[in-house]
């Protein structure tokens, strides 16, 4: 999927991540995630072959990948992406400009990106056994933004948001949508994946990364000052 797919067809202006952990400026961690879509210069926390580390602040979204999807791997996705949408945003510089870029989604504004989040799987249950528990756990979830967004399954379908009045297809919920689960074939599939994913980085609010946030201690001991005359 990331290679095959994600690094080819995405906007030139994200990295494609797999196998990393996300940090915030308090010190909470996810779980390892299989695939991060982020700002194409962020700086890793901590970086080997098999792992990477990266801030909050530069997480755009978050992929679950499923080989089979259930009920129960669904739950299971849904609580590891909820751990990535709980993570801090916070460490940004300050703005000084003008103008400056707020975006509505899940109910309210906000002067930064929130983290998206999706399952992406090849195969598993009907389109309506997954819709079925992805509405029971849209209502345990108050906190819109803190909720999986959609799924994919390509050789299923899809369960996505719908507009009651205009039936608009989204792949994040607005107040008053309700789920809509579709079969597809794959290719449709994965145009609604791509389509999707590529009109939510095109929403990103660019703000600039403060890694002093994520310092904490005395970085040292001042024993020498030089003073001058300005």
């Keep these: 999927l990331r290679s095959s797919f994600l690094d080819k067809y995405l906007p030139r202006d994200v990295e ?42 530069c997480v755009h979204i978050v992929i679950e990948v499923k080989s089979n999807l259930t009920s129960d791997e669904l739950r299971s996705a849904w609580h590891s992406v909820r751990r990535v949408k709980a993570l ?44 079925d528990t992805f509405a029971e756990l849209v209502r345990g979830e108050p906190d819109p933004a803190l909720r999986l967004d959609s799924v994919f399954v390509l050789n299923r379908g899809t369960l996505l948001w719908e507009e009651p009045e205009t039936h608009m297809i989204r792949g994040v919920a607005r107040e008053g949508d309700f789920v809509c689960g579709a079969e ?25 990364f403060d890694p002093r946030a994520y310092m904490s201690g005395n970085l040292g001991e001042a024993r020498y000052k030089w003073t001058f005359d300005w």
């Design 16 to 57: 494609v991540l797999g196998s990393s952990e996300v940090v915030d400026a308090t010190g909470a961690v996810s779980g390892q995630c299989d695939i991060l879509l982020v700002d194409p210069g962020t700086p890793p926390l901590w970086a080997a072959e098999d792992l990477r580390v990266v801030p909050a602040e």
């Design 88 to 131: 801090a945003k916070g460490a940004y510089m300050t703005e000084t400009g003008l103008v400056r870029r707020t975006l509505n989604v899940y109910g309210r504004d906000w002067d930064h990106t929130p983290t998206f989040a999706h399952v992406f799987a090849f195969d598993g249950a009907t389109i309506g056994t997954l819709g």
């Design 184 to 208: 597809a074939a794959p290719d449709e599939v994965l145009m609604q994946f791509l389509a999707h994913l590529t009109m939510e980085l095109n929403a990103v609010i660019p703000r600039r």
